[in-house]
């Protein structure tokens, strides 16, 4: 068991993990989700915030199981190796103001750091606009971060603290058998459903929960994270999560070759637009608050699941962010931002700023 636990902490480990990601996430798209959309975190999340009605952008919504397992395999691996430590910092409001607009600036490139990478894994040339504004983004928090910013100390907290977000998390599975899809209708007692559109495009609810627990389990042992990768190699030249992102990429690449959805190019790209100057600064706001909150969405999942009460405000604010994008006209489509996209992505790079500049030690 020791060498076990240890295991995914190696070099070795975290290359597994991304190589499993790679290949589970392009698979995924050949048993129904939507096109280089195997995995996206932040787009699952926008779905979720559409099946409970946050908004009602139609094409979207559907609870999807997948950040469901993400939590609950999380919450697994950590009692199962004794790491489940309810925790809380300080400044909630920072935290899920930081949700809302890494979702808003995600949602303007039409992906979450996972999806950008698979995007390019499978040919679409906008998410390298998008991967450099990552990059750019994370780059100025560790300017902050060198700074001395700092959301305040983590504390030990109550037990139920760190439950309540797995327990959301299940109750939106029960929801989901108690009111499944039924075959062309939009609603199914209180849960929304999309008859059309990506919302429509999904695994079966069983692969899809099965993959969550498995990328949630090996993730919370791993510590997988997106944003960590790049910001231990701009900061410390450290290379070990970054090995994993790699990987992800690599056996992406190669799944997508193998099953026949490598199509390189920037048009005609599944839910993706051309305007890169947006999908550049979408991102580097969704970068930089990534990197102000200490994680990428799905290291938030995995962080909450293992009774970090902070992650699970994050990500409480990621899908009320969501529900504003869509109500708002904040969120692309493929034929481009959204009318008042533009303007949330100044908004929120200034916001970031601010957080930045006026939560620092120094």
């Not at 915030?49 to 139609?58: K, Y």
């Not at 928090?141 to 037990?159: A, C, D, H, I, S």
């Not at 929304?192 to 389990?217: D, E, R, T």
């Not at 990500?315 to 931002?337: C, D, E, Q, R, T």
Request: charged share 10%; aromatic share 12%; proline share 4%.
């Amino acid at each position: 068991m020791a060498k076990f636990k240890n295991f995914f902490a190696t070099r070795w480990g975290i290359i597994g993990v991304g190589a499993f990601i790679g290949v589970i996430a392009a698979l995924l798209q050949k048993l129904g989700n939507p096109g280089n959309m195997g995995i996206c975190v932040a787009c699952f999340e926008r779905d979720i915030a559409g099946a409970i009605g946050f908004h009602r952008a139609g094409v979207v919504q559907y609870m999807r199981p997948e950040i469901i397992g993400f939590v609950l395999g999380s919450l697994i691996a950590a009692y199962i190796f004794k790491e489940f430590r309810p925790r809380t910092g300080s400044a909630p409001v920072v935290r899920f103001v930081l949700g809302v607009f890494a979702m808003i600036g995600a949602l303007v490139f039409l992906g979450c750091p996972w999806r950008a990478l698979l995007r390019f894994a499978a040919g679409d040339g906008n998410a390298i606009f998008g991967l450099l504004g990552l990059i750019g983004g994370i780059w100025i928090g560790t300017l902050f971060l060198k700074g001395g910013y700092n959301l305040g100390r983590v504390q030990k907290t109550y037990t139920s603290v760190g439950w309540l977000l797995p327990l959301t998390m299940l109750g939106f599975l029960i929801l989901m058998i108690i009111f499944p899809q039924i075959k062309g209708e939009a609603k199914s007692g209180i849960l929304f459903y999309s008859v059309k559109g990506p919302g429509m495009m999904h695994a079966s609810l069983i692969i899809s929960l099965l993959v969550g627990l498995a990328i949630g389990f090996a993730a919370q042992r791993s510590r997988f994270c997106t944003m960590g990768a790049f910001r231990d190699l701009i900061l410390f030249k450290q290379t070990h999560l970054f090995l994993g992102l790699l990987a992800l990429v690599t056996l992406a690449f190669i799944t997508n070759l193998i099953v026949g959805q490598f199509h390189p190019g920037f048009v005609k790209q599944p839910v993706a637009h051309t305007m890169q100057i947006w999908n550049f600064g979408g991102m580097v706001v969704a970068g930089l608050a990534f990197a102000l909150a200490g994680g990428c969405p799905g290291r938030q999942l995995f962080l909450a699941g293992e009774g970090d009460g902070d992650a699970a405000v994050f990500v409480l604010g990621m899908i009320v962010g969501a529900g504003f994008a869509h109500n708002f006209g904040l969120a692309s489509s493929p034929k481009g931002v959204g009318p008042h996209g533009i303007a949330a992505v100044i908004i929120g790079l200034l916001v970031c700023l601010f957080i930045g500049f006026t939560m620092r030690k120094k």
